[in-house]
């Protein structure tokens, strides 16, 4: 059981967030306008070894200390 919120994106849709009630951890999220996908937050995981992205999107929202791979895929 998640409790849920919609976030409107800049562009598209948005996303449909769902979350853990006791600790407000976000554990998945819908994006509206792709149905067929559900994005999980690489921080739900504790494996160090979790395969580093290969997509980088909001790169101009950043912080300034978080440096994408060089092989992924870049969006702004």
């Not at 919609?6 to 009630?21: K, L, N």
């Not at 999220?29 to 494996?47: C, N, Q, R």
């Amino acid at each position: 059981m998640s409790s849920e919120y919609v976030q409107a994106g800049d562009d598209g849709p948005g996303a449909r967030f769902h979350f853990c009630p006791r600790c407000s951890a976000t554990v998945y999220y819908e994006p509206l306008g792709l149905p067929e996908y559900i994005s999980i937050p690489v921080g739900a995981f504790a494996d160090p070894g979790f395969p580093a992205p290969t997509v980088s999107v909001y790169e101009g929202r950043k912080h300034g200390w978080v440096v994408p791979p060089s092989p992924a895929e870049h969006f702004q």
